[in-house]
């Protein structure tokens, strides 16, 4: 049973930053982050290959959003940066065995989530 754990959620004002960790038990997988707001759809946010050697981003946070990871803890973390209201929602870290891009259907395990609310 492999387990994934967000942290490091809660409030933060518009135009801060904010930084949330992940950490997945067993082997090294691919990871990604993703968000869903009230009412919308879950969306991707960043990726980052089992090396670390490769990121990606989706449009709307690229430039503010960093995704990182220390292989030695297994953990993931995604650096929010230039806070906006709109960044309120709930975000979930999950691991895949075969990719870190924005495809949801090919992450295996997934995260509870951890809220995150930005404060105009």
């Known amino acids: 049973q492999v387990h994934v754990r967000e942290s490091g959620g809660g409030l933060v004002q518009a135009g801060g930053s904010l930084r949330l960790s992940c950490v997945a038990s067993?082997?090294?997988?691919?990871m990604g982050w993703f968000r869903q707001a009230s009412g919308k759809e879950r969306e991707f946010l960043a990726g980052?290959?089992?090396?670390?050697?490769?990121?990606s981003y989706a449009d709307s946070v690229k430039g503010r959003f960093t995704i990182s990871r220390d292989n030695a803890k297994n953990s993931v973390s995604l650096q929010m940066d230039s806070a906006q209201p709109d960044d309120t929602a709930a975000y979930s870290c999950?691991?895949?065995?075969?990719?870190?891009?924005?495809?949801?259907?090919?992450?295996?395990?997934w995260g509870q989530g951890t809220q995150v609310t930005v404060s105009s």
């Open positions: 999950a691991a895949s065995k075969v990719t870190c891009k924005r495809y949801q259907h090919l992450y295996d395990y």
């Open positions: 067993g082997r090294t997988y691919h």
């Open positions: 980052i290959s089992a090396s670390g050697g490769q990121t």
